[in-house]
């Protein structure tokens, strides 16, 4: 057995100013004896350490806290001002930028509408959405760190190409994050939309806590992330969790799945599909989330006893109980497999139908599967893809920065 390597005291450093630094990333502004109470060194050790942080600009003083009668003590916090990261949803019709400061908070935000299909300089594009919500922050692009962008598609590791976003014009070209981090002059990662859905789930919605989950999607399209033991899993190729394309039971087998939007999951379970079952059920609009919350709405009403309202109620009853039964196999499917202890439910039309749908979806997995895993409708608010991009762009970019603190 090799003998241990003894600290050196520059990693002792090092791990006493991590220490530091997240201690009050967490807990806000702090004095000297608490940093050194919470942290375990000494107090001659944490006004050494807060001097180097403050000498590095990492950390500020922030005002004093009274303590015993005649005593004063410093307050320091972490200089939020010390990085700031990018997080981008982009779909076919736009694309959102939000900036985010190392504390976490959100200090601007553009939108870059990009209707049409044709073909487009993505360089170009998404610098334009960067630089917008860089301004909206008072910084420059060049004052970005990292930037992390949530596409619905997958960049294949094997090739460096997006797939599974024929939908996407322009973003299929060879080094896709290769080129973009050139060409933005900003370090860029691409990830999966509902896999940053998953993520934001994670770090502060159902599912924090939890080792092994799975987050459905639906809205226009069908989706899904899978996280194992606390970590996204994305297969080979970058594909795991496109359940939409996968067969299944009560519609054709589609062979063609390489065209967006298909595939038996899909068929059976996305907006369209979604909208026009309720249509079949009486329930009238084009939008298949609205349509759905006012199904969902009518099944939770207390009954009135006109003919009219039960009539409604019956037919959303029988609407709801349809649409849960086809989530629940596809759902069974993936829990026969995978075995996680909770499933998250997202996505506009999954929210629409809330609880009502929750509970039928719950009743009708449970039916057919030996696990039974809690079911969930997500808790994060806003955009989930835009919170899951910047906490991956913060957490890449706070393990770079709490590790080199020298000044």
Do not use: C
């Not at 600290?7 to 000297?32: F, H, K, Y």
């Not at 749908?357 to 009743?363: F, K, N, S």
């Amino acid at each position: 057995m090799p003998a241990p390597v003894p600290g050196t005291p520059s990693l002792l450093r090092a791990i006493n100013d991590r220490a530091a630094l997240e201690a009050l990333l967490a807990r806000g502004p702090l004095t000297r004896p608490e940093l050194s109470e919470l942290t375990g060194i000494s107090k001659p050790t944490a006004s050494q350490l807060l001097a180097r942080l403050e000498e590095a600009g990492l950390v500020v003083r922030d005002g004093t806290r009274a303590g015993l009668p005649g005593r004063t003590a410093g307050l320091y916090r972490l200089n939020a001002a010390a990085a700031h990261v990018a997080g981008a949803d982009v779909t076919p019709a736009r694309i959102s930028v939000s900036v985010a400061d190392l504390a976490g908070t959100v200090v601007g935000a553009h939108t870059l509408e990009t209707p049409g299909r044709i073909r487009v300089d993505v360089v170009a594009r998404m610098g334009e959405a960067l630089d917008g919500a860089a301004k909206d922050a008072g910084l420059t692009r060049a004052d970005l760190d990292r930037a992390v962008i949530g596409i619905q598609g997958a960049v294949d590791p094997g090739t460096g190409r997006l797939g599974y976003a024929a939908h996407i014009p322009g973003w299929h070209i060879p080094d896709l994050v290769g080129t973009l981090s050139g060409g933005l002059g900003v370090p860029v990662a691409i990830e999966n939309d509902v896999n940053l859905a998953a993520l934001a789930e994670l770090a502060g919605g159902r599912a924090t806590g939890a080792g092994d989950f799975v987050l459905l999607w639906v809205a226009d399209g069908v989706g899904m992330a899978v996280v194992l033991n606390g970590a996204l899993h994305r297969g080979a190729t970058g594909g795991a969790g496109e359940i939409g394309y996968m067969p299944a039971v009560g519609a054709p087998l589609m062979r063609d799945v390489r065209r967006t939007h298909t595939g038996g999951v899909h068929s059976l379970t996305g907006g369209v599909a979604v909208l026009r079952l309720l249509r079949e059920h009486g329930f009238r609009g084009r939008d298949a989330a609205a349509v759905l919350r006012r199904a969902a709405a009518t099944v939770g009403a207390a009954p009135t006893g006109t003919r009219t309202a039960a009539d409604a109620g019956a037919r959303a009853e029988r609407a709801l109980t349809e649409l849960a039964s086809r989530l629940g196999v596809t759902l069974a499917t993936v829990v026969g497999v995978l075995d996680p202890a909770l499933v998250v439910l997202t996505g506009d039309v999954l929210h629409a139908g809330g609880e009502p749908l929750r509970a039928r979806v719950e009743q009708h997995l449970h039916s057919l599967t030996i696990p039974r895993p809690k079911v969930r409708i997500s808790s994060v608010q806003g955009n989930p893809v835009l919170a899951g991009a910047l906490q991956q762009a913060l957490q890449e970019t706070r393990e770079e920065v709490f590790s080199t603190t020298a000044p």
